[in-house]
Structure formats: C-alpha cells, structure tokens
C-alpha cells in the first residue's frame, strides 16, 4: 500500500513579470511525491521544473495553488514561520554548492544546526559525524577551497542532511560534477538520503544518473508531461530510449 | 550565527583588511583635526584660565576677547572695588611689545602686569626662580615655550633683552598654557609693565576680582556691570567669549570642518565600496542561509556584526594613532603644548564611525534582504 504523499501540489500557477511583460511559468501543475523514493524533476532548461521545485521548497510563493508538505500547507504560514519550517524540515543542496569559503567543511555542515541555535562546539561536533558518515570525515578541517568539486558538493549534502530533515531538494547536483564524481554524489544521495519518512526531489537534466530514480517527473513548457517509474531491471541505455 | 558571521568577515583578508583600514583612516583623520580644532580653540582662553585667584574679569563694554580690549582709567579699578560682593580686584595689563634678544633679533611679545603685591595673573607653576625675584628691577618672568623660542639652546635665566627700548632681565620661568598665537609671553610687576608698554593714559587693560565667599561669582559680574557700565565676566564666561570670537572671527573652523568632512567621506566612500563588494562577494551564501532557513532578523544581526566589528577594530586603531599623535607631539614639540584628547572628541568620532558602518551596512544589507532566496536556484 502506497503511504501519505510527503508533498502535495495543487493547480500551481506561478507568474512572473507585470502587464504585458508577465510570463507564466506554471500552468496549473497538480503532483505527489511520496516519501522513501528518489524523485526526479527533468526537463529542458525554462521548462519551469526549477520555479516548481522553489515552490515546493517553500522559497518562492506561488501565484495561484496549494502546496502541502507533511501536512502543512506551507503557504499558509507567516513569511517568518515559513522560514522556520523550511530550517526545520528541509535540506537543500545546490548547483553550486553554495558554501560559505571562509567556514571549514565541518563549519560549512553545522549552518543549518547553528541557524536552529545549537551550540558551535556541539553543531560542528554533530557535522563532523555526518561528514563521517558521507565517509569525508577527513576532510572536515578543510576550506572549501581545498577541495573538488565533487568533495564540496559532499559537504553540501552533509549540510541539507545534519539536521535530520523530512525533505530534501537538490537542484542539480551533477551539473558542476564529471560523469564519476555525479554518480557517487547521487549514488550518495540513494544511499544517505533515502529514508521512509523522508522525500528526495532531485531537479537534474544530467541523464547519466537517470538509472538511480525511482521516480522521474518529467515537465515542458510549465505542464507535467510524464510521470513514470524507470524499471531498474532494464538495462540503462533501454531505460533512456523508453 | 554571530562567528558565521565574523568568519566570513575576516576570512577574506583584503576586504576585511581594506574596511578596518577605511575606518582607521577616517577616524584617525576626523580625531586629530578635532582634537587640533578643540585645543586650538582652547588656547583662546589659555591666559585666562592661567589666572586662578580670580573669578571675575572686568573690561572695557565693547571688548571680546583677551587680546582685544581697550585699556581702562585706573579709577575703574576702585569703582570695581566698590561693588558690593567683591572680595577684592586687582589690576592687569596685557599688551603687546617688541624685544630685542641678545642676539639682535626682534620678537613680538605679550608683556602681563600683575598687581605689584599679590601677583595675582601669574601662572601656579614657577620652573624657574622664585616670587621675591619679580619684585627686582626691571625683573621679568618668561614663559617656558617662549623661553625655547627666544633663547633656543641657552639658560634663559639671567638673559638680558631690550623690551620696548628698555633693558629687562629674566628671572624666572613659569609653565604657562600656550596663546593662541604662540606669542612669547613676558610677566612682570604691574608698575614695571607700565614702563615697558607704550605709554598712553588709560594702560590697565583688566579689573581682575574675585567674589566675596558665598557671592555667586556671575551675580557679582552682574553687579559689577550694573553699577559701573563695564564689562564683567566670570572666569568661564569670558573663555567662553574669547572661544566663540576666535571661532567667528578665523577661517580655523571652517579648514577644520572641511578636513573633517573629508575624513569622513573618504571613510564612507572606502567603507560602503569595500562592504558593498563584500556583500556582493557573498550574496549567494546570505542567498543560501535565507533559503536555509536564517531569518531575516538573523542576517540583520550578521551584518550588523560585521559592522559593529570592523567599526570597534578600526575605531580603536585611529583613536589610538590618533592620541599618539598628540601625546607624542606634545611630549616633543612645543606646538602642541598641553593638547589633549577630549572626552568629547572620542564620543564624536564614535557617532562618525557608528554612522560610516551603520549606514553603509544598512545600504549593504538591503541588497542581501531584497535576495529572494530562490535566486540561489537560478
């Protein structure tokens, strides 16, 4: 039996611009994701998948829908109780990692915790075991400077994962990465991040990891357009002709 | 977040060196020009305040200043005397001179008449000589910075000079805040001054009194003035006057304001630049901690960290080079004799500083409030 979708979204329209220069982005898209599952949002560059995911991260408010994520409807919340659910419920880990250059990898993962007013000593501690865990303890004392591409987006992982959150949003974690360093990252991500009451949206285009969804979305032109579940027995190149 | 904030602060070192730097320039340059200005304005009332038995100078209606009034008959002196509520007054001359040192040069200097018993108008502190030497004739008492001045490398004391075309000798030195002007100032007995000084019928240029105990001393100015159309000011009052007049009469303040200004313009101007690409160094990282989940009060408060930071470190350095300018100076220069840094002078600068990184980081700041974290997906 399928469980409770972790996230709801209902008739979302999303508008940007004024007058005669508005430009919808959104047309209404209606989608669940479910929790324990690795879900893909693919689509080609302005198919809108990064303003859904946005939305659906709680960080940019729709013009028109409802979005509910683990029983909240986000958008009904006060702008600052917003922030708080996002810093208590959500992960996020960007293109571009996005790490503070003057913190250490270890100090970079404790942000969220420190946000939440954990302690340093006691935040960096907690990082550092989830760098362990990420199997980058070594590198916790190390600037973000120091390390490849692929080590910091290890970090940004460690980050979106340190407080425990229900939700994780990636948006595109392989583009800055080779195809090996973009495997290990999602194969990380399949590994750490999975759990059965935690949902994972992954927003890539990078069809070298597509074989480790196990759902993907797909979108164009602001409409949801496919919605399938890869068959991990077929080989990888049969899964991307399907 | 505070250290969060810190650390991406001082961990890019040219920004964070190039802000505390703008800083301690500004205040260094705002701190010195004012702490010049406030004790060149004080050296206006620098004679007066070396008079310490009297409260009460009285002049001439129309006078100013120290250095501008118009001599009294010496009647006016009894006319003082007889005010109700003066304890007593004394004459005082000051007037300007021209001496020839030893070495045939020509210096223009103050020569101050004291009353002939009491002395009263001399400075406390004698450094060289003793009271009973001014009571000699054709004795005089020298300040110790024009002392420096008229007889540089050699022992003032017993050195003749020709005062107004009469032979005078120094008998003593006396510490005295510098004038205004710097002029060499000479003290002798009142009826020694009047010889010295060119000779007209009116040459007492103050009544200094004193108020009799338990007299206000400004309620006995009052009277003063009400029974005798003179002017009379308290010690205060008239330092005040003579202030104002060197303030309203000079260029002094308006050179200052305008170096003053400019050290805080060219604090502003290297603050904000620096601080504005600093923030947008960082904008994506406050775009990432806004999405994470920091709220805006939260930022308000990391960039108002930074500010507070950088503005307490650089406010310390220029204070800092800016009172070893002074102390040093006046340590080892005659020019800056007596300058101290006010009280007053620190607060404002204070207010400077906490204005330059305030409001350059509030400018700074709204950028990073009006990041909308989404952006940090485009």
Not at chain 1, 31 to 56: A, C, F, N, Q, R
Not at chain 2, 232 to 242: K, M, P, Y
Not at chain 2, 329 to 335: A, C, H, I, R, V
């Amino acid at each position: 039996m399928r469980p409770d979708p972790a996230i709801s979204v209902r008739g979302i329209v999303k508008d940007f611009g004024n007058g005669d220069t508005r430009v919808r982005a959104l047309h209404g898209i209606d989608v669940d994701v479910y929790p324990g599952e690795l879900t893909y949002l693919v689509g080609e560059s302005g198919s809108g998948k990064t303003t859904l995911i946005s939305i659906i991260a709680g960080i940019l408010y729709p013009t028109e829908g409802h979005v509910r994520v683990f029983g909240s409807e986000i958008y009904d919340l006060s702008k600052n109780a917003l922030v708080l659910f996002r810093l208590s419920n959500i992960g996020f880990i960007f293109q571009q990692y996005n790490l503070i250059p003057t913190l250490t990898a270890a100090e970079n993962a404790s942000v969220p915790l420190v946000a939440a007013g954990v302690s340093r000593a006691e935040a960096v501690d907690r990082a550092r075991s989830t760098l362990d865990a990420l199997n980058i303890g070594q590198l916790a004392e190390r600037l973000p400077r120091q390390l490849s591409g692929g080590q910091q987006q290890r970090v940004a992982i460690a980050r979106a994962l340190v407080h425990d959150p229900r939700l994780i949003v990636c948006d595109e974690p392989t583009a800055a990465l080779d195809a090996s360093s973009g495997r290990r990252v999602m194969d990380l991500l399949r590994e750490v991040a999975i759990q059965a009451d935690r949902a994972v949206i992954i927003v890539t285009h990078d069809n070298r990891v597509f074989d480790l969804a196990d759902r993907i979305l797909e979108i164009e032109d602001g409409r949801m357009v496919g919605d399938r579940r890869p068959d991990k027995t077929r080989p990888l190149q049969q899964e991307l002709q399907h | 977040m505070g250290w969060i904030a810190l650390r991406m602060l001082t961990g890019d070192k040219v920004k964070y060196y190039g802000l505390i730097f703008g800083i301690a320039f500004s205040t260094l340059l705002i701190a010195q020009q004012s702490t010049l200005f406030v004790n060149l304005m004080l050296r206006a009332s620098a004679a007066i305040w070396d008079v310490t038995d009297a409260d009460i100078w009285v002049m001439d209606s129309r006078a100013e200043f120290i250095d501008g009034t118009k001599p009294l008959p010496s009647t006016d002196l009894y006319r003082v005397r007889g005010v109700p509520g003066v304890a007593w007054a004394v004459p005082h001359l000051r007037q300007g001179a021209t001496v020839r040192t030893a070495a045939g040069e020509l210096e223009q200097v103050s020569v101050v008449g004291l009353d002939d018993s009491s002395l009263i108008g001399l400075p406390r502190r004698i450094l060289r000589g003793n009271l009973g030497h001014l009571s000699a004739p054709d004795s005089l008492f020298i300040d110790d910075v024009g002392s420096r001045k008229l007889f540089p490398n050699l022992d003032p004391v017993g050195q003749e000079i020709e005062l107004n075309d009469r032979r005078a000798v120094i008998r003593g030195v006396v510490d005295a805040n510098p004038s205004f002007t710097s002029g060499v100032l000479l003290y002798t007995q009142y009826s020694n001054a009047l010889n010295y000084v060119p000779g007209t019928r009116n040459r007492m240029t103050f009544v200094l009194a004193r108020a009799a105990d338990g007299q206000d001393p400004a309620a006995t100015a009052r009277r003063i003035e009400a029974a005798t159309g003179l002017k009379a000011r308290t010690q205060r009052e008239f330092a005040t006057d003579s202030i104002y007049y060197v303030a309203a009469n000079t260029g002094i303040p308006i050179n200052f304001g305008l170096t003053v200004l400019l050290g805080f313009v060219v604090g502003v101007a290297i603050v904000g630049l620096t601080f504005s690409l600093f923030i947008r160094d960082n904008i994506k990282q406050f775009g990432a901690l806004k999405a994470i989940g920091v709220t805006n009060s939260k930022i308000r408060g990391m960039v108002a960290l930074q500010a507070g930071w950088i503005g307490f470190i650089g406010y310390g350095i220029g204070i800092g080079l800016a009172t070893a300018f002074i102390v040093i100076g006046g340590n080892n220069s005659d020019t800056f004799k007596g300058f101290y840094v006010p009280w007053q002078v620190l607060v404002g600068v204070g207010v400077a500083v906490l204005l330059m990184v305030f409001g350059t980081g509030f400018l700074a700041l709204v950028k990073v409030l009006r990041t909308e974290p989404a952006e940090v997906f485009r």
